[in-house]
């Protein structure tokens, strides 16, 4: 093992080290939006991937300790927002609290659920499958739409507790 390597194994009295080294994988930062009985909900999160073209499936993972994780894993559609690096604003409000829509400028996607403006991309999307994960819940979406906007703006990221933007270096090598 490298000296500048420490293992460990993640026991329960080492869950901050753990969040700590997954930290160390920087991710896009969304908001991911519903539809419930009462309203507009929204939901910051990190987790968003996708998973398969054919068929368009993404997946997204809330925690089953927040306060919106029923609204979302019991939602029969919700729409993911990719967020630019000039919306920290917009991650910091659906971070703590789901609602407040008022204040922002949105209106219904195709499938009726909060459409954000100004966003990098949204994918309106049908919950295609809900599966338990530990202390989260995986939620798989089927992709129905896609809002791409035309900004080439960078993405906002999210690393080691910290936002943030991408500063391009070099290009891939050719595939």
């Known amino acids: 093992m ?3 390597t420490a293992l460990f194994s993640p026991d329960p009295d080492r869950l901050q080290d753990l969040r700590r080294a997954f930290g160390c994988y920087g991710t896009g930062v969304t ?5 419930t009985p009462t309203g507009p909900l929204g939901m910051t999160a990190n987790s968003f991937s996708s998973v398969s073209l054919s068929p368009p499936l993404v997946l997204w993972s809330p925690a089953v300790s927040s306060r919106r994780h029923d609204a979302f894993t019991g939602a029969d559609s919700f729409c993911i927002h990719v967020l630019g690096a000039d919306q920290l604003d917009l991650a910091h409000h659906f971070a703590g609290s789901g609602d407040g829509f008022e204040t922002l400028v949105w209106e ?10 100004g966003c990098l991309a ?3 999307c049908t919950t295609h499958a809900v599966h338990p994960a530990g202390d989260h819940s995986l939620i ?8 791409q906007g035309t900004s080439e703006a960078p993405g906002l990221l999210f690393d080691r507790g910290r936002f943030g933007q991408f500063t391009p270096g070099s ?3 050719d595939q």
């Open 2 to 4: 490298p000296s500048d």
């Open 31 to 35: 908001v991911i939006t519903t539809q």
């Open 140 to 147: 798989v979406g089927e992709v129905h739409h896609v809002a």
């Open 108 to 117: 219904a996607g195709p499938l009726g659920t909060p459409h954000l403006a």
């Open 122 to 124: 949204a994918f309106f």
């Open 171 to 173: 290009t891939a090598p």
